[in-house]
């Protein structure tokens, strides 16, 4: 079965830097894009990032030119190097398959 599991949250202050992991097994990763979504207290889970198979990468308007998400096939990992973090970033941060599957989640704190 699919299984996405994230690590790497924290707490930051603003301005500073976290990497998330996403460790995926159950499918064939390389096969596959994979998504990285934010949820924040009170408000709707959005799209912060997407790779394909092939490395094509899209990123929310917010988040465009401060994080950077990868893919190491090898690994069946896809990261989200996340930079110059704003308070406004803090949210529980989650892995998908085409959004029909999760992992648990990782908490981002970012702290003025």
């Known amino acids: 079965q699919v299984q996405l599991v994230e690590s790497g949250g924290g707490l930051v202050q603003a301005g500073g830097s976290l990497r998330l992991s996403c460790a995926a097994s159950g499918f064939t990763f390389s096969n596959n894009a994979m998504r990285w979504y934010r949820q924040a207290p009170g408000k709707e889970r959005e799209l912060v990032a997407s790779i394909s198979s092939s490395g094509t990468t899209n990123y929310a308007d917010s988040v465009k030119g401060r994080f950077t998400i990868s893919r190491d096939n090898a690994k069946n990992t896809v990261y989200l190097e996340m930079n110059i973090l704003k308070p406004e970033d803090t949210a529980v941060y989650y892995c998908?398959?085409?959004?029909?599957?999760w992992g648990q989640g990782t908490q981002v704190a970012v702290s003025s």
């Open positions: 998908s398959l085409y959004g029909n599957y």
